[in-house]
C-alpha cells in the first residue's frame, strides 16, 4: 500500500498565478479530505469528497479555491488566482466507510505564493 | 459545536523521562478520539484511537492515552521518551461519521538531552 500521494512536494508561485495540487487516495477508499495547515489556524479542513461526489465545503475559504474528484483515484484542489495569504501546507487523507477506520494522510504540499 | 483543546503549545522533556500532553474536547456525547503524531515535512501518523470499551488506549511508539469522560480529556502519555519522539502532536475528535475531523492546535514536543 502506497498510502495517499500528493503532488508536488514543494510549489513556489507568484501573486496571480493558478495553482494545482494533486492527490491520488488509498485504493479503495471512498472518502478523501482536503486540509489547509498554518501557524495561525493550525489544521482546518476545507473540503471533502464521498464517492467522488463533494459533499461539505464549506471550510473553502474563497471562491478562488475550487476542488474535483473526478475518479475514485485522482482529486486536484485549484487556487486561481494566488495570494500570499494562501501560503500553507495541505493536506490530502482519505478513509473508508466505518466508524473504525481512521484518517491517512499524504505527506502535504507545501505552497509558498510570494 | 465540537472543539478540541491541546492547552500546551510547546512541551521541553528530558530523553528517558516521562510525558504526558493534554487533550480537553467539547462534544455533545462521546466522542471517537485520536491521536496524531507530525514530524517535520511529513503528514500525520495515526498513533491510537479511542472508539469505545476499555478507556485506556495503546498505540504504536509506546503512546498510551486516557480517556476520561469526567474530565472531557484524552491525554496523551509514554513513559519514557526517546529523542525520536520529538515532533508535532495533535489531538482530534470525530463524531462517528466520516465527516473528518476536528484538530486540536497541537503540541510542539520538544527532547533536550
Known amino acids: 500500500d502506497a498510502g495517499v500521494i500528493q503532488s508536488p512536494r514543494h510549489e513556489v508561485t507568484e501573486m496571480g498565478q493558478e495553482v494545482t495540487l494533486r492527490c491520488k487516495p488509498i485504493?479503495?477508499?471512498?472518502?478523501l479530505f482536503w486540509y489547509r495547515q498554518t501557524m495561525m489556524r493550525g489544521l482546518e479542513l476545507l473540503i471533502y469528497?464521498?464517492?467522488?461526489?463533494?459533499?461539505?465545503d464549506s471550510g473553502m475559504p474563497e471562491d478562488r479555491f475550487s476542488a474535483k474528484m473526478p475518479n475514485a483515484s485522482f482529486s486536484t484542489l485549484k487556487i486561481q488566482p494566488s495570494e500570499p495569504r494562501d501560503s500553507a501546507v495541505y493536506f490530502c487523507?482519505?478513509?473508508?466507510?466505518?466508524?473504525?477506520?481512521?484518517?491517512?494522510f499524504g505527506n502535504g504540499t507545501r505552497l509558498t505564493v510570494t | 459545536a465540537q472543539s478540541v483543546t491541546q492547552p500546551d503549545i510547546h512541551i521541553t522533556v528530558s530523553e528517558g523521562a516521562s510525558l504526558e500532553l493534554r487533550c480537553n474536547y467539547s462534544?455533545?456525547?462521546?466522542?471517537?478520539l485520536f491521536w496524531y503524531v507530525q514530524s517535520p515535512g511529513q503528514g500525520l501518523q495515526l498513533l491510537l484511537k479511542?472508539?469505545?470499551?476499555?478507556?485506556l488506549v495503546q498505540g504504536i511508539k509506546g503512546f498510551e492515552a486516557e480517556f476520561k469522560r469526567s474530565q472531557s480529556s484524552f491525554n496523551l502519555r509514554k513513559p519514557s521518551v526517546h529523542w525520536s519522539d520529538a515532533a508535532e502532536y495533535f489531538c482530534?475528535?470525530?463524531?462517528?461519521?466520516?465527516?473528518?475531523?476536528?484538530f486540536g492546535k497541537g503540541t510542539h514536543l520538544i527532547i533536550q538531552p
Open positions: 469528497f464521498n464517492n467522488n461526489v463533494p459533499i461539505d
Open positions: 462534544y455533545g456525547a462521546t466522542p471517537y
Open positions: 485504493s479503495g477508499h471512498d472518502y
Open positions: 479511542y472508539f469505545s470499551g476499555d478507556t
Open positions: 487523507a482519505s478513509t473508508r466507510t466505518g466508524r473504525n477506520s481512521p484518517l491517512h
Open positions: 482530534a475528535l470525530s463524531g462517528g461519521g466520516a465527516d473528518g475531523l476536528t
